[in-house]
């Protein structure tokens, strides 16, 4: 790096590092600051000039980060957190007092991180209510569009350009069953067993599409749609299921249930948060969002 004197150095241009990571072009940063497309240029190549690295490279869909700035990234990225994350608790919290926030989230989502959402918020912004609202990647979209929500944890479902997205990681699955059920320990064993399906549809799961991968069916003996309804529909059967591995490490905390390795292929998920392009000067929801970033960081299971 080049020697810059901090004191000279315009500090909005991390900002515009920030945008363009996780945007993906200058057009969609400069969207989203609110800014033209040609500001953004200059502020790239004052960010290059004082890395000392191109930071990002054109490809045929957009700007790729280079190798130093996905190191970067996570250090800006924490440090414009805390900058917000100080500001709102300047006055104690008091400025969000009767203010709502709605969050949409799938339940298995809210089961690994609704309590520490709840308990982060009364301690950083107390006065802030929060609503928790079902989405799933098939209306994700619309719902924060149509401001149903003010935020989304998601795994899908968001493309829009009035809509910027942080990628939160990978997820995978466990299974969960009765903790005086014996473990599968093979693919056939395990489709042999009676399962529990938990989707909206009732009637086909990812389950069913690693099965069949090889070669395999299973009998499902019962169906629900919500998570949160795992730990009462398995305890005391030979039920087994499939979940999010956040929300199995959350059930096996708090029930008697045991989780294990899935003994079939199971594809990974991209789970992504995501906001209104308009919501960038809700100073209140900006903070939430920090909020939501450290606490997941600490409580999910990504890759």
Do not use: W
């Not at 960081?297 to 890759?303: A, C, E, M």
């Amino acid at each position: 790096m080049n020697h810059i004197d901090i004191e000279t150095v315009d500090l909005n241009l991390l900002r515009v590092f920030v945008a363009l990571i996780e945007e993906g072009g200058a057009s969609r940063a400069a969207i989203r600051l609110g800014v033209t497309q040609p500001a953004v240029s200059a502020s790239l190549a004052r960010l290059r000039d004082i890395y000392a690295d191109p930071l990002f490279e054109r490809t045929g869909r957009g700007l790729r980060p280079t190798m130093r700035a996905n190191e970067l990234y996570p250090l800006i990225e924490e440090a414009i957190n805390r900058c917000r994350l100080a500001l709102a608790l300047s006055s104690g919290g008091q400025q969000v007092k009767g203010r709502t926030i709605t969050i949409g989230l799938s339940d298995d989502s809210e089961i690994a991180l609704g309590q520490q959402i709840l308990s982060v918020v009364e301690e950083r912004l107390p006065g802030l209510r929060i609503i928790f609202r079902q989405t799933h990647s098939g209306v994700v979209q619309d719902m924060l569009m149509g401001q149903k929500i003010d935020i989304a944890i998601s795994a899908g479902g968001l493309s829009s350009q009035l809509i910027t997205r942080i990628r939160l990681g990978r997820g995978n699955y466990l299974c969960v069953a009765d903790a005086d059920n014996p473990i599968p320990q093979t693919a056939q064993d395990y489709a042999q067993r009676p399962h529990l399906l938990v989707s909206s549809g009732g009637y086909i799961g990812i389950v069913d599409e690693g099965l069949n991968s090889v070669g395999l069916t299973r009998t499902v003996k019962a169906s629900t749609s919500h998570f949160a309804a795992v730990p009462f529909l398995l305890i005391g059967s030979t039920l087994i299921t499939t979940v999010p591995t956040h929300a199995a490490r959350a059930m096996e905390k708090i029930t008697t249930l045991r989780i294990f390795p899935c003994p079939v292929p199971m594809p990974s998920y991209e789970l992504e948060l995501g906001m209104r392009v308009g919501s960038k000067h809700d100073s209140t929801l900006q903070v939430v969002k920090s909020l939501l970033l450290e606490s997941i960081k600490q409580h999910f299971f990504l890759q």
